[in-house]
């Protein structure tokens, strides 16, 4: 088992070069199952594989945002932070603590604007002018913040705040009661207002180090997490010099993809809880949806005939809640704009948002190309297929 993850009130290897001439490998697991020999030995085993692929993932794409991981919490750190808030961690979270202690927060500048580094392990999304990235805040951040926000708001002492945006309001709540993480939504002042995170039904709590199948919503959430990245659902976006992990998914059921006459479009959305508004009846869940659109090698292809670009004129969208239209939008260009697509280049990407009076909704329509150029066309107007993709409430909420 790797050494380098394992956290503790001295880091193992300063453990072992006390050990003098003896540090083989058998000593080296020894001293290592020694450390945790308080946990039930699964649990040990679960936590580290969770760790284990995230760094794994990190490590081959985004090696900068592993290096904001932090040593493993000791147990005394752990009790100092139980001790601070009167709360008592179920085993899963004590331990993924015990295997990494959060992310080191940086600030940066990016494009002439002071904003939270966009290394967040969890990541996030961006429409117009609102920019989120989620990070896992180290236990002495959680000591602060938990302090500073839930006990302001009179919250239950059941509450720690875990994650949060350096670049909004998106924060997340951990309930040491029942093992459940919870995100806060626009009135996240109100703990009866946050929304659930994990299905309630998956995780199960043993209240006795002597219990085997522990499951919190923050193991189940870091793992659900963990195999997103790996089955390429999220992947990290590039804009200029800015990297991050995208939320938006990128693969089957929840992001549709249609190809008309060579013009692929990609679309997606995310629940935007910050904008969630639960006393508002019209629009009581609020998404943001990313299209992606490419020309594909061979051009825009129309009746046997290839053209070399083809301009975006229009766009028609249906938004529906629960199958019934709830908007219909016939306009010109996207966010103002003509994207002018060509083989090659990279995708032109239009995020927006739309609010919803149902936790079940979807998006589809059409746009409307010219081959050629709107100021310079090669032939007539032709229909590109927007495919069906879900508004919804997810199961697990990032």
């Known amino acids: 088992m790797g050494l380098d993850s394992v956290g503790g009130a001295l880091a193992i290897h300063e453990i ?63 009790k100092s932070l139980e001790k601070s808030l009167k709360v008592k961690l179920p085993l899963p979270t004590r331990l993924l603590y015990r295997f990494c202690d959060g992310q080191d927060l940086k600030r940066e500048k990016v494009s002439g604007h002071l904003l939270g580094s966009p290394l967040g392990l969890i990541g996030g999304y961006s429409f117009y002018n609102h ?26 002492r059941k509450y720690i705040l875990v994650a949060s945006s350096t670049y909004g309001q998106k924060i997340f709540f951990f309930n040491c009661d029942d093992g459940q993480l919870y ?22 709590l043993v209240p006795d180090f002597g219990g085997s199948q522990q499951q919190d919503a923050m193991l189940l959430w870091l793992e659900e997490h963990g195999h997103r990245l790996h089955s390429g659902v999220i992947r990290l976006r590039e804009e200029g010099k800015i990297r991050g992990i995208n939320l938006f998914p990128e693969k089957a059921p929840h992001c549709s993809i249609a190809i008309t006459n060579g013009v692929k479009v990609r679309a997606s959305a995310v629940l935007v809880p910050e904008f969630c508004n639960l006393q508002d ?52 260009a ?10 090659g280049e990279e995708e032109f990407v239009y995020e927006s ?22 100021a310079d066309p090669k032939g007539d107007p032709f229909d590109v297929e927007l495919a069906r993709f879900p508004l919804q409430l997810p199961d697990y909420i990032f």
């Open 281 to 332: 009846e019209s629009e009581k869940f609020f998404s943001s949806y990313s299209m992606r659109m490419s020309l594909l090698p061979e051009g825009c292809c129309i009746y046997g005939m290839s053209f070399a670009s083809c301009q975006l004129y229009r766009r028609h969208l249906i938004f529906r809640a629960n199958d019934i239209v709830v908007n219909d939008i016939n306009e010109e």
């Open 16 to 78: 072992l070069s006390k050990l003098g001439p003896t540090d083989t490998a058998a000593v080296t697991y020894q001293v290592w199952r020694e450390a945790f020999g308080m946990y039930p030995w699964p649990l040990v085993r679960q936590v580290k594989r969770c760790w284990g692929r995230l760094k794994s993932w990190l490590s081959a794409n985004f090696p900068e945002a592993l290096a904001t991981l932090r040593k493993g919490a000791s147990e005394d750190e752990i």
């Open 183 to 204: 995100v806060g939504t626009r009135n996240w002042a109100n703990e009866d207002e946050m929304i659930p995170c994990v299905p309630k039904e998956l995780i199960r």
């Open 353 to 374: 948002c739309t609010p919803l009076s149902s936790s079940s909704g979807s998006v589809e329509g059409c746009f409307t190309f010219v081959p050629g150029r709107l």
């Open 131 to 156: 920019l989120v990235n989620v990070y896992l805040l180290p236990l002495h951040l959680v000591i602060r913040e938990t302090k500073r926000i839930v006990r302001q708001l009179g919250f239950s």
């Open 334 to 343: 996207v966010i103002g704009k003509f994207p002018l697509l060509r083989p």
